[in-house]
């Protein structure tokens, strides 16, 4: 949906034909004129048909924000609960709040209706915006909380792991959650961790370092997420 | 807002499936409702059907999980099929 070219009979009319198709403003289009377009003699000699190339501009991250927010509110319209959602547009991603009157229906089991909603939110405006927004979507502070007990979790492990000498898994974990039992044991001189597994199934491997032994492996040990 | 749930979760259905398809036109939805749960079929475009299932079934889990959310705070079950 990137790139789209558009023949009318004037350039007024290609415009207004790319804003519909991509359902954008004006201003958030790239516009390049290929030809003018020309109405020739008493509009049938020589008439010559207006052609642009347009393509999305690069979307500003507000924009990006409030797209994600209209979109996600649509989606709570369905759910017969009060909430509001809070948009905010972060460096790197577009984070939502949605405030509730503190049940646990949209976070669900181990946050996965929040992450469904995340999924379906990001894959709608990056679409719409014809570029890959990342979209976090969190309700009563779930996904601070969450960080708190993994990074307890991770900590935990850890010091076991250096009791046992053994490597131990945890269990079965996204992206997100193993980025975090990463970077909580970061600098831990004595582990080091690692991703392995298989889709669904991959999980955080803790493995002990031996004394000595383990500086030059220590530079990838965050290498794999 | 005095519609059946069956229609107004179809709706919810139809929006998330439409926004992520290339051919909106050819989905056709069907939904079903008896006293605890609401059965919807989905068919789209051959060339959507990857788009819409994703990888190891995750873009249908995810539209699968949000229904059932909203569903759940009408105190009803879903289900969504999708016809190959």
Redesign the interface.
């Known amino acids: 949906m990137s790139v789209l070219e558009i023949e009318e009979k004037s350039l007024e009319e290609a415009i207004r034909v790319a804003c519909e198709r991509l359902k954008l403003p004006r201003e958030l289009l790239e516009i390049e004129i290929i030809s003018k377009g020309s109405s020739g003699i008493f509009g049938i000699v020589g008439a010559k048909k207006a052609k642009i190339r347009v393509r999305p501009k690069v979307p500003s991250f507000e924009h990006a924000a409030e797209r994600a927010k209209e979109v996600l509110s649509y989606i709570l319209e369905y759910v017969n609960l009060p909430t509001v959602v809070e948009a905010e547009a972060r460096d790197d991603h577009v984070y939502l709040n949605i405030v509730s009157n503190g049940s646990g229906l949209l976070i669900g089991k181990k946050g996965q209706t929040l992450t469904a909603l995340q999924y379906l939110v990001s894959r709608i405006i990056s679409k719409e915006l014809g570029r890959n927004i990342p979209v976090v979507v969190d309700a009563e502070n779930y996904r601070a909380r969450r960080e708190k007990s993994l990074q307890d979790l991770a900590r935990q492990l850890s010091a076991k792991v250096k009791r046992l000498k053994k490597p131990i898994a945890t269990g079965p974990m996204n992206a997100q959650d193993r980025r975090i039992i990463h970077l909580a044991l970061k600098d831990e001189p004595a582990v080091k961790t690692k991703s392995k597994g298989e889709g669904n199934m991959r999980r955080v491997v803790i493995y002990p370092v031996r004394a000595g032994g383990g500086s030059s492996r220590n530079n990838s040990r965050n290498s794999n997420r | 807002m005095n519609e059946p749930l069956s229609k ?2 179809k ?2 259905a139809e ?2 499936v439409k ?2 398809v290339t051919k909106p036109d050819d989905v056709l939805l069907a939904a079903r409702e008896n006293e605890r749960t609401i059965l919807m079929e989905l068919k789209v475009a051959p060339e959507d059907l990857g788009r819409i299932i994703g990888k ?1 079934g ?2 249908i ?3 699968r ?2 229904l059932q ?2 569903a ?3 105190n009803k079950k879903v289900r969504l099929d999708v016809l190959g």
């Open positions: 107004r979760l709706n919810l929006f998330l926004a992520l190891e995750h873009t889990n995810a539209i999980t949000v959310a909203a759940a705070s009408h």
